[in-house]
């Protein structure tokens, strides 16, 4: 406040303009000025370029008339004109200029009238340089016109109306508006002591004219325009040429720019004060179809005692704004507040400016601007808002005063103070507490203002509005309110119970206002550190019923679970677990509730799926169960095998440890089987399953876990004691091992011979098994047996024997028959030969083939050494690469004389067997019709370092 207390809300701005002539008339839109001058010269001055005005001579136009007045429309680009008549002879003139033409244009039709107001469009939406919205004209007789402007033509529709129904009447006020959004229209009508509204609907506004059917209304229908008359001759103390038509007075509307709706009207009355209504503050619905009503008189301010006249000393003109009222005298301005009706500006003229002559406003810009005969100053206007907020205040209007204050915490803790103080003093004290919980005045002490009344739902509202007015760092008064809270609601609720209400709707309302409270979250958060403290007060009340509910609500499931199973509520804790998703509720409490309802339990556990790991709840079942809880823990975990393919090795072996122990032998073996016999595949630890079965005795199953551990020795003595078709089953599980299979079934034909002595079953193993040999049991039988009992098995075997001999003399004769055919392969190689011309060239080179070292090969292709050396070395592997280029270096280092010397048995010299080895591994096929070239069909045909260069010379 302090910033603008250094700065007037009004500011007079001197303009930099002296007129050579005196002024008569000015008027300003859009932040276009018009001038007119003693010397019938009009000055047209764009603000936004003042250096440079556009000049009008009147005289030069031949127009002698005194200039009457001059109106300009809201965009600052057509200007009207009217004279006074000259004589009986001259009438009066009405001129027009546009913004194409600075030569005025006399307007025929309305010749003879002086033009005393216009009321023109107020709304920018469709506003246009060249044309105008229609607009209303008002003349010194009380008629009204039609006209508006097209294309820079200026067209008078026929006469609306007569104000003064035969009787002349200076029009000197009149305005036209809509309510936005509609096609209703309003217009008001001022004269010197009577303001006129007449409204009606402009049903298509692209259509002319406009208000012809509105008027025509009040033309067929007497009496029905509306009327406000200011004061009378006698209260007014004024004489009969004080309200003559020459009596001042002006009708001033404050628009919103782009709607053109009024904000405020003004009306300046030859009277003891001036009308106001701010039709946006206004109340009464009305208002919308009636804008005379809720009307407000505002006296002028009192004349000092050199201003005794009151008839001459009454304001010339007025200009509204927002809040205040600029009142031009002939010589100062005073502004008044229009809700305070205080003056807040007074501004005196000095003596040699000239006489005083009007005030006006830039409708679109806003700007206020006066003018006397020798001077136009204007008026800045800085905050005009900022004390209205305290004029509000001051009249109890704390809405209004609100609204004003604009987030200024300092305005606003005053209002939201002394806005509590009113409600309190009327005994309102919820709305008080409300109030007082948004200023800053001590909490102690507005706490125990409202302990001291008998009405302990202000409190709560002050503690609940203060609450939320806390940040969460303000730990301690958050938790002495929220307890606080806590117990005022604990006693209302019991003092319901007290008196048997505890089943009325006002118990329930009240039970389910606490919850809600209890629900937030910064009460949650607060009730988590002091669970303790909440616990007591609900158990001094003797609250069970919403301990449980509010152990519920601040999702203290653990309490919550643990009550229900000391009261014995298993149903009730696990219908509250099955909702969880804190997986330490499950561990904690999941070893209770399976030794007292197994399958609830276990239930639960299925329902809530793959949200647990079964692996970490394994250790939560007791080792020591009974056949129905076993049974149960064998449901959940077939569950996670079945349903959700769960393949954990200590939930299968879990699951087989209860198979072992608690069912029959055909569940183990089904789940056995069903695993497969791969140790690489089973789920399930095979020792630790082989431990339990041997523990059972459970053959079967063990003779199935010895074949998966590959224990089949063991597997088959114990399936030789079991059954022995199991034992020959188990037998042939080795099918690859053929020695380990024999082995085994001579152990089971030792079984039959020696412990069964059958020697029919021990031939007819013979058959069951191909790797068994009559020799391979003959040693098993006793000396006294007769070779009677073996002559089949005997001749069979023989036989066997004569047909492999058979076979193996075919396949010795067909290996005979094809080395032959080898041998003459070779001797024919060994006199082929190839004939090379001397026109024969490199494949690789294009050079003659003949003049340094080459390879000849069968397919046709011939190669310098060198050409083929330089195309296998890089594509040789590296052993035979390294071999390659060890091969060259020793060629190198070796001396005719060496090599003379060198030679082994066979009398080949060393440098020829050096040779030979180099030819071998570079030529030992063609490059281009040989396997190499097929294992290099993914390599590019050019290489990544010549790429660049290659591609260059295709550009």
């Not at 294009?846 to 340094?852: A, F, K």
């Amino acid at each position: 406040m302090s910033k603008f207390k250094e700065i007037p809300i009004f500011a007079k701005q001197k303009v930099n303009f002296t007129p050579n002539f005196a002024l008569t008339h000015l008027c300003v839109a859009n932040n276009r000025l018009v001038l007119a001058m003693q010397n019938k010269v009009l000055l047209k001055i764009d603000l936004a370029n003042a250096d440079h005005p556009e000049e009008i001579d009147l005289k030069s136009q031949a127009i002698d008339a005194k200039l009457s007045n001059i109106f300009l429309d809201p965009t600052g680009q057509h200007l009207i004109l009217t004279f006074r008549p000259r004589d009986s002879q001259h009438p009066a003139q009405v001129m027009y200029s546009g913004p194409k033409t600075s030569k005025p244009k006399e307007i025929l039709k309305l010749s003879g009238h002086i033009i005393t107001a216009v009321a023109w469009n107020p709304s920018t939406e469709h506003s246009n340089v060249n044309s105008t919205q229609p607009f209303l004209l008002g003349t010194s007789k009380g008629l009204l016109f039609e006209a508006d402007i097209v294309n820079c033509e200026l067209k008078v529709s026929k006469q609306l109306y007569d104000i003064g129904k035969g009787n002349a009447a200076v029009i000197s006020g009149l305005e036209y508006f809509f309510i936005p959004k509609t096609s209703k229209c309003f217009m008001l009508v001022a004269t010197a002591r009577k303001l006129y509204q007449f409204k009606g609907f402009v049903n298509n506004k692209d259509d002319r004219p406009w208000f012809s059917t509105i008027f025509n209304t009040y033309l067929s229908q007497s009496g029905l325009e509306e009327v406000l008359e200011f004061g009378d001759l006698a209260s007014s103390h004024m004489s009969d040429k004080a309200v003559s038509d020459k009596a001042l007075s002006r009708l001033n509307i404050l628009y919103d720019v782009g709607t053109g709706y009024p904000k405020t009207i003004g009306y300046l009355v030859d009277g003891n004060s001036f009308m106001f209504n701010n039709v946006i503050t206004a109340s009464s619905s009305s208002t919308l179809d009636n804008f005379l009503k809720d009307v407000k008189m505002i006296p002028y301010p009192r004349l000092t005692d050199s201003e005794s006249n009151p008839i001459s000393n009454l304001p010339i003109s007025l200009v509204m704004t927002d809040y205040h009222a600029l009142l031009l005298y002939k010589d100062y301005v005073k502004a008044i507040c229009t809700l305070s009706e205080e003056v807040i500006f007074e501004d005196n003229f000095e003596t040699p400016r000239g006489r005083v002559i009007n005030i006006t406003r830039d409708i679109i810009k806003g700007s206020v601007w006066f003018f006397t005969e020798r001077a136009v100053q204007k008026y800045m206007m800085k905050h005009e808002d900022r004390n209205i907020w305290k004029i509000y205040l001051d009249k109890e209007d704390f809405v209004k005063a609100e609204e004003m204050v604009k987030g200024d915490s300092d305005k606003m803790e005053e209002v939201s103070m002394r806005q509590a103080d009113y409600f309190f003093r009327k005994k309102e004290y919820e709305k008080s507490a409300v109030y007082y919980a948004l200023t800053k005045s001590s909490f102690e002490e507005i706490a125990l203002k409202f302990s001291g009344i008998d009405d302990s739902g202000a409190l709560k509202t002050f503690l609940m509005k203060k609450l939320s007015s806390l940040q969460p760092i303000d730990i301690t008064q958050v938790t002495t309110i929220v307890l606080w809270l806590v117990e005022i609601y604990l006693d209302e609720l019991g003092t319901m119970r007290d008196f048997g209400k505890n089943d009325t709707a006002d118990y329930h309302n009240a039970e389910a206002e606490f919850l809600q409270f209890m629900n937030q979250r910064i009460i949650k958060e607060c009730i988590a550190k002091n669970k303790k403290a909440v616990y007591d007060l609900m158990a001094s009340h003797g609250d069970k019923e919403n301990l449980i509910m509010f152990t519920l609500l601040m999702k203290d499931f653990d309490e919550v679970i643990e009550n229900n199973i000391s009261n014995g509520q298993y149903a009730a804790a696990l219908s509250t677990l099955r909702n969880q998703k804190d997986k330490g509720l499950y561990s904690k409490f999941i070893p209770i509730l399976l030794d007292k309802d197994p399958s609830a339990t276990i239930d639960v556990l299925i329902n809530v799926g793959s949200m647990l790991d079964a692996v970490t709840l394994l250790p939560k079942f007791s080792s020591k169960l009974d056949r129905l809880t076993a049974s149960e823990i064998t449901r959940y975990l077939e569950n996670c095998i079945n349903t959700l393919r769960l393949t954990d090795q200590q939930i299968h072996d879990y699951l087989l440890s209860l198979y072992i122990h608690y069912s029959p032998l055909e569940k183990v073996i089904s789940y056995l089987e069903l695993q497969g016999s791969d140790i690489n595949r089973v789920r399930y630890n095979p020792t630790y399953a082989l431990n339990m079965c041997l523990e059972k005795k459970l053959h079967t199953a063990t003779i199935h876990l010895y074949t998966i551990l590959g224990l089949y020795e063991e597997a088959v003595a114990l399936a030789i004691e079991v059954d022995l078709n199991l034992a020959k089953k188990t037998a042939n599980v080795p099918e690859e091992d053929e020695e380990l299979r024999k082995k085994l079934w001579l152990r089971i034909a030792k079984h039959v011979v020696k412990e069964k002595n059958d020697i029919q079953l021990a031939m007819e193993f013979l058959q069951q098994c191909e790797l068994l040999k009559i020799e391979d049991i003959l040693p098993f039988f006793p000396n006294f047996v007769t070779i009677d009992h073996f002559r089949d098995a005997i001749c069979a075997q023989l036989q066997d024997y004569n047909l492999h001999i058979q076979d193996l003399k075919g396949e010795m004769e067909e290996a005979t028959k094809a080395a032959e055919v080898i041998r003459d392969e070779i001797q024919q190689v060994r006199n082929r030969c190839s004939v090379v011309k001397t026109t024969d060239r490199c494949i690789l080179c294009e050079s003659p083939l003949l003049t340094n070292n080459f390879y000849v090969f069968t397919c046709g292709h011939f190669f310098h050494g060198y050409c083929l050396m330089d195309n296998v070395v890089p594509v040789l592997s590296n052993p035979r690469r390294t071999l390659l280029m060890d091969y060259q270096k020793r060629l190198q280092e070796m001396s005719l004389r060496q090599d003379a010397l060198s030679t082994d048995s066979t009398g080949i010299s060393a440098r020829e067997q050096i040779v030979s080895e180099i030819t071998d591994t570079v030529a030992s096929e063609c490059i281009y019709c040989g396997e190499q070239i097929i294992k290099l069909i993914d390599m590019p045909y050019i290489n990544e370092d010549h790429y660049d260069r290659v591609q260059k010379e295709w550009e």
